[in-house]
């Protein structure tokens, strides 16, 4: 094994008591990466940081910050934002941000969400940076001494942006459910997964642990049940899930049936459509007799 592979971390998880044993593991200083508000931000790791009064934290909001951000702000737990907005949505403009940025007692490193994102995904790959385009000419190219500009070594006359690899010390989030290996269901907020693979450390809160794996079909089966619930029909899970309605009502049985698992299901309906193609098939070279 070479050095740079036994310096990886490995993926272990560990499950902690409760908010506070999380923010008991951010340090003074660290620096968080948070999603915006639509993804899900883990609030009560937010207060526990602030009721254990956290110092000097750099945040990124990934590819904004929001509501947890500006409670930080106001409590005096950050010393430096690096992000592309700070707003409450429809809500207006951040006031405890705001505050801050007119009395100097933050620093803000001024980003685009492209950049953010093209810094974290080199991250994820292990790769020193990330070409990019659509940021060259903006004025934040030129105060922003870490962003570089190469030629594109494939065509003429081509030049490119690269956005350095942006680590984490921490990444911070919220999700539906978690299983007991540590697998986390995030459902389309994919930000969330990178956030995740980019930071050295990933700190979770989540509404339920659920028993089992979450594997891909039994999410699938506990999605189409949650849409059951709300739609109250097949025709609209599978609309909404982009399945065929039987299929939908195989995932939503298989719900119902703890003694059946989703995976079952699955070939279950993999197996049903093998044998409408065998039947399609067959009837059509009987037509051709």
Known sequence: M??????????????????????????????????????????????????????????????????????????????????????????????????????????????????????????????????????????????????????????????????????????LIHARWADARGNVWIGRRRELATIAHAARACYVTVEALRAGTLTADELLSRYCGLLYRRLGTYADVAKRAGLDPRTARKYVEAEKEPDRTASEVAESTRATRRGRFQRKHSSAHGLGR
């Open 2 to 171: 070479s050095d740079a592979e036994q310096m990886l971390p490995s993926n272990e998880t560990e499950f902690l008591a409760d908010a506070e044993a999380i923010a008991a593991r951010i340090p003074d200083g660290a620096f968080v990466a948070l999603p915006p508000d639509y993804s899900l931000v883990a609030m009560d790791v937010v207060r526990a940081l602030i009721r254990r009064k956290a110092k000097d934290l750099r945040l990124l909001g990934v590819p904004v910050l929001g509501f947890c951000a500006d409670l930080l702000i106001g409590a005096g737990c950050v010393a430096e934002v690096e992000t592309s907005a700070v707003s409450l949505g429809e809500a207006g403009l951040a006031p405890r941000f705001t505050e801050a940025v007119e009395r100097g007692t933050i620093r803000v490193v001024d980003a685009t969400c492209p950049m953010v994102h093209s810094g974290l995904q080199a991250a994820e790959k292990g790769v020193p940076f990330m070409p990019l385009r659509g940021v060259i000419g903006s004025d934040l190219v030129l105060h922003r001494a870490d962003w570089k500009t190469l030629d594109n070594p494939f065509a003429a006359n081509d030049p490119l942006l690269v956005a350095k690899a942006i680590v984490p010390d921490v990444a």
